[in-house]
């Protein structure tokens, strides 16, 4: 099956600083998502984007659907931007239905 | 709009006993629905999907079993639970096949 990296693992920052995640994945996708766990462990949507590039506030991603990786943006960093960021992708094969692969996530703490 | 609504939110079951945990789709039609597990750690991993009413396919061999009784319904279960079936169960939905949207969980503790 379909194999999702992500790094950094974990990453701490002061609040108003600058942050890249990366997510990297091994076949053709159909659908890319990064969700963003809060601490009650709801997954928030934050972008749905299998190829190109959206900003949404002080978010953005690019998803080089070619090379496939995907990067998400985190400007001016905020102490509720922290949790959990996730990756997950579609395999683009007839069958999938649309189910997601999820990589490991990327621990985010925004210290004030 | 849409919504999902899953229940209940916590849970503390003992060995052995059955368990049954309910997921509903408002406001679409004929959505693939999914159970996801997520143990304790990170990564999310798929359990069952339905593409439609009775049609249940299963990612994992496992305890858990899955129904579809009704088109935007989707029942998680299990007849005997085991110390390893503890984790943190999400539904979720899409339009087949887009964008996934889901549930707040289930916090499931066998002791």
């Known amino acids: 099956g379909i194999q999702v990296e992500q790094s950094p693992p974990d990453l701490i920052l002061q609040e108003g600083a600058n942050s890249t995640l990366r997510c990297n994945f091994s076949?053709?996708?159909?659908?890319l998502q990064w969700f963003h766990q809060n601490p009650w462990g709801q997954l928030i949507n934050l972008f749905y984007i299998p190829s190109g590039t959206k900003q949404n506030g002080r978010l953005s991603a690019t998803t080089v659907a070619t090379e496939r990786y995907s990067l998400l943006y985190i400007s001016s960093s905020q102490t509720t931007d922290s949790g959990v960021y996730f990756c997950?992708?579609?395999?683009?094969?007839?069958?999938?239905?649309?189910?997601?692969?999820f990589g490991q996530g990327t621990i985010l703490t925004v210290h004030p | 709009s849409q919504t999902i609504h899953q229940w209940p939110a916590t849970l503390v079951q003992p060995v052995g006993s059955p368990l049954s945990l309910e997921c509903t789709v408002e406001?679409?039609?004929?959505?693939?629905l999914y159970w996801y597990r997520q143990a304790a750690g990170r990564g999310l991993q798929l359990l069952f999907y339905?593409?439609?009413?009775?049609?249940i396919s299963s990612e994992v061999p496992q305890n858990l079993s899955a129904s579809r009784p009704q088109d935007r319904q989707f029942i998680l279960s299990s007849k005997k639970l085991l110390l390893s079936d503890s984790g943190f169960y999400l539904c979720?939905?899409?339009?087949?096949?887009?964008?996934?949207?889901f549930g707040q969980g289930t916090r499931l503790t066998v002791v």
């Open positions: 979720a939905w899409s339009p087949p096949p887009t964008e996934a949207f």
């Open positions: 076949d053709s996708v159909n659908n």
């Open positions: 406001g679409t039609s004929n959505p693939n």
């Open positions: 997950a992708v579609g395999d683009a094969g007839g069958t999938s239905y649309g189910k997601l692969t």
């Open positions: 339905s593409v439609g009413i009775g049609q």
